[in-house]
C-alpha cells in the first residue's frame, strides 16, 4: 500500500512516524523539514519563528521522549512584559501588575475576576459563544474602556484584522494563558532547538524506508488511485495549508468537501543585539509596527548562542503589504520602531527576516463547524494540521503531533491495519 504525505511539518512527520509499518511512504515537503517550527541554523540552531512548549503538552512531550531527547527538555518560569507610553513594565506579581501605570486599579481587578470566570469555563461553555464576536463579547462582560486600552492591542497583534474573531476563541485562550505561576509562565524548550526533533524524526524515518522529498506538490489527481506530481498512490495525507490545496486543484476542494478557512500571516524578524532590550523578561507585549518583543536569550542562556538574541514579532493576513515589500525594507520599518525601547540600528548586529503566508487560521465567528475533519469526503484522501480539532483553540506543536497521531489511527482502520 502507498501513501503521499504532503507536508514534512510537525503534522506530517508524526503521522509518517506512526505508518511507517503499514504504508510504504513518500512524503513531500516544498520548503524545508519543520515547516513553521524549523529553524535558521549558523553555529547554533534557532527557529525562525519564537517556540516554546507547556507542561500540558502531553502528546509533544511523549514523542521527544520516544525519540529520545527528553534529557533535552528544560523548563523555565519567563517573565512577561506589557508596553505602555514607549516603556516596557514587567506584569508577573501583584506588585508589579499593581504599578503597571496602563490601567486603573478598578480594571485590574475586572481583569482578574474575568481571568478566574475564565478557567472555570468549560468547552459547552465555550461553544455558546462560538457565533458572538471577541469584541462584542469584551464589550458586553468589561466595558469599552478595557477592551479598547487591553484587548484591540492584543487581538490586533495577534489577528491584524480581528473585528470577526468569536469570542469563544478568546475565552478559551484566556482560559488556558491564565493558569500562571506566581513571577511568571512557565514554559518548556528542547535545548539547543526543536531542530533536534526533526533530526531525529528524519533519521529514524529514512531508516524505515519512508522517502522524504524535497520540492512542490503541484499536481493532485483522481484517475481510479490517487495520482500526485505524476506517481500513483492509494491514499493521500494532506497537511500543508488548505489554501495551497485550492491552488493544485480548485475543483478537488469541492470533491473533498472541505471548508474554506481564513489564514493569518506570520512576521518575524530574529535580530542579535549589542544590547538587551528588558533586564529580564522574555515576552513584552508592545504596541508599534510589531506587537511582541521576544527575548530568546532571556529564556535559554546566553552562552548557548553567544549573543543576545530577539525577535520583533507580528502578525498579518495574506494579502497584506507587509507581505510584499521586501526582505530589507520590512526589516528597516521594525528597526525604526525598535528605536523607541533603546536599541539603535548600529547596536544591531545582523537581522533576518522570516515570514510565513499561511501561519495559523484565524478563529473567525462560527469557526467550530469549519474545522477540518480528517476524513474528507473522497475515499482514501485524509486532512490533518492546523485546521483540525486539536488545534483547536490554538495552533501548536503539540495539536499538530495529536493530529498526525490521530490521522494516522483513522488511516490504519480503514486500511485494515
Ligand atoms: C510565529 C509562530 C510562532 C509559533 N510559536 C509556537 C510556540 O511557541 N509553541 C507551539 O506549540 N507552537 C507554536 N507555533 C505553531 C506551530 O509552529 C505549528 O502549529 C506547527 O508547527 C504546525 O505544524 P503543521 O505540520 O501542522 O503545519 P506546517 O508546519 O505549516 O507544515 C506544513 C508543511 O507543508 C509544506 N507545504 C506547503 N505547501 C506544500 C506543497 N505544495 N507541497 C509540499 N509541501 C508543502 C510546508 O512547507 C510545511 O512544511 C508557532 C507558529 C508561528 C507561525
Given at each position: 500500500m502507498k501513501l503521499a504525505v504532503i507536508g514534512a511539518g510537525l503534522t506530517g512527520l508524526s503521522a509518517a512516524y506512526e505508518l511507517k509499518d503499514c504504508f510504504k511512504i513518500k512524503v513531500f515537503e516544498?520548503?524545508?523539514?519543520?515547516?513553521?517550527?524549523s529553524s535558521y541554523c549558523p553555529s547554533y540552531c534557532i527557529e525562525k519563528f519564537y517556540h516554546h512548549c507547556f507542561r500540558r503538552d502531553e502528546e509533544l512531550i511523549q514523542l521527544i521522549k520516544r525519540l529520545g531527547l527528553h534529557s533535552k527538555l528544560v523548563w523555565k518560569t519567563v517573565r512577561t512584559g506589557q508596553e505602555f507610553g514607549g516603556k516596557i513594565y514587567p506584569v508577573n506579581t501583584p506588585l508589579e501588575i499593581l504599578r503597571y501605570?496602563?490601567?486603573?486599579i478598578m480594571d485590574k481587578v475586572k481583569l482578574a475576576l474575568f481571568t478566574l470566570k475564565c478557567r472555570k469555563m468549560n468547552e459547552e461553555d465555550f461553544i455558546r459563544y462560538d457565533d458572538v464576536s471577541a469584541v462584542e463579547g469584551i464589550k458586553k462582560e468589561l466595558g469599552e474602556r478595557l477592551l479598547n486600552s487591553f484587548f484591540v492591542p492584543l487581538l490586533r497583534s495577534k489577528f491584524g484584522d480581528y473585528g470577526n474573531v468569536s469570542y469563544a476563541w478568546l475565552l478559551a485562550r484566556v482560559a488556558i494563558r491564565g493558569n500562571r505561576k506566581a513571577g511568571g509562565e512557565e514554559l518548556g524548550y528542547l535545548r539547543h532547538g526543536f531542530q533536534q526533533l526533526f533530526d531525529r524524526m528524519l533519521d529514524e524515518l529514512e531508516s524505515s524506508n519512508v522517502e522524504v522529498v524535497r520540492g512542490a506538490v503541484k499536481k493532485v489527481e483522481r484517475t481510479g488511485n490517487w495520482v500526485v506530481n505524476g506517481e500513483s498512490f492509494d491514499a493521500v495525507l494532506w497537511t500543508a495549508p488548505i489554501p495551497v490545496l485550492r491552488c493544485v486543484n480548485d475543483r478537488l476542494t469541492e470533491v473533498l468537501g472541505i471548508k474554506d478557512v481564513k489564514y493569518q500571516s506570520s512576521i518575524c524578524v530574529l535580530l542579535s543585539s549589542e544590547k538587551e532590550i528588558t533586564e529580564d523578561i522574555y515576552w513584552s507585549n508592545v504596541n508599534c509596527s510589531f506587537g511582541a518583543v521576544i527575548e530568546h536569550t532571556h529564556f535559554m542562556p546566553f552562552e548557548d548562542y553567544g549573543e543576545n538574541l530577539i525577535y520583533l514579532a507580528g502578525y498579518t493576513y495574506p494579502e497584506s503589504e507587509l507581505m510584499k515589500l521586501s526582505s530589507r525594507d520590512v526589516i528597516r520599518i521594525y528597526l525604526r520602531d525598535l528605536v523607541r525601547f533603546g536599541v539603535k540600528e548600529e547596536d544591531v548586529r545582523w537581522a533576518r527576516l522570516f515570514r510565513a503566508k499561511y501561519s495559523g487560521p484565524v478563529y473567525e465567528r462560527g469557526y467550530r463547524n469549519r474545522i477540518t475533519p480528517y476524513r474528507s469526503k473522497a475515499e482514501g484522501f485524509y486532512i490533518a494540521g492546523?485546521?483540525?480539532?486539536?488545534?483547536?483553540p490554538e495552533r501548536s506543536m503539540n495539536g499538530s503531533v495529536k493530529s498526525g497521531r490521530e490521522v494516522a489511527e483513522v488511516i490504519k482502520s480503514d486500511f485494515g491495519f
Open positions: 516544498k520548503r524545508e523539514v519543520g515547516g513553521l517550527a501605570p496602563g490601567m486603573s492546523m485546521t483540525s480539532k486539536p488545534n483547536y
